[in-house]
């Protein structure tokens, strides 16, 4: 299954080289804006079930099982398969969302409200709105983890910038996306995540005044070639 997912990711990632080609965001990286081109073409391939989205940086590959526009609660369901060492971007907390993680395969160590603890599996964590969590592979084995996600709709549209930064070669060894970047990420899904680090108040002085920087460089929080969860077709 792990490779399968891997298989899945690269034909992907072959697509998307192929359909940005000729584009102005795939010039050679020393001639390139040092963000993606905000008037670029929009992506609007409608998003299928059995998708592969992949963060190679982190280490993460989620397969699409259920789109929130298919059910009544709004849920986004995938199964995240997390290479050995793999972890998100930081200890966050969802202000709206509650997430579910339940391991298939393997184990997942989950940090929430400061206790750790390993997932086995079969087990599943529960993560509230407002609770700090991180989670991390801290084993030397890929695993294979159901993540549900309630309400899920904008969380798509943030993993999907995320993820598509990552790809693109715009975010740091971490999977992080460099200052100017993140400074209008961070705001523009503020009501999807918030980061524990640097600390609110400092994030809200610094993120505004890189904001103003940013777009006066034509940046923007998303693009138009990482937005097909909001200008797709819904099928």
């Known amino acids: 299954m792990s490779l399968s997912i891997i298989q899945c990711m690269e034909e992907d990632l072959e697509l998307e080289a192929q359909r940005t080609a000729n584009s102005e965001e795939a010039p050679n990286r020393t001639a390139r804006m040092p963000h993606p081109d905000p008037n670029g073409p929009p992506d609007r391939r409608p998003i299928k079930l059995g998708e592969v989205w ?6 993460e590959y989620g397969r699409v099982l259920e789109l929130p ?5 709004g849920r986004l369901v995938a199964e995240l398969m997390a290479l050995a060492g793999a972890r998100v971007m930081g200890e966050h907390y969802h202000p709206t969302i ?12 989950v940090k929430c409200n400061g206790q750790t603890r390993v997932l086995r599996e079969g087990e599943t964590a529960v993560v509230e709105p407002g609770v700090w969590h991180d989670w991390w592979n801290a084993s030397d084995c890929d695993i294979r983890v159901q993540v549900e996600i309630t309400p899920g ?7 999907e910038t995320l993820f598509g930064l990552a790809r693109l070669g715009y975010a740091d060894s971490k999977g992080i996306p460099r200052p ?12 999807v995540m918030v980061l524990r680090r640097p600390p609110r108040l400092v994030q809200h002085v610094l993120f505004g005044a890189l904001g103003l920087i940013a777009r006066c460089r034509d940046y923007r929080a998303t693009y138009p070639q990482l937005s097909r969860t909001v200008l797709a077709p819904r099928v």
């Open 98 to 109: 509650t997430e579910y993680f339940t391991p298939l395969e393997g184990e997942l160590t």
């Open 54 to 59: 992949g963060n190679p940086i982190t280490g």
């Open 180 to 191: 100017l970047q993140l400074a209008l990420f961070a705001r523009e899904f503020s009501d």
């Open 153 to 159: 709709e904008r969380f798509l549209h943030m993993i």
């Open 69 to 73: 526009w298919h059910n009544q609660q």
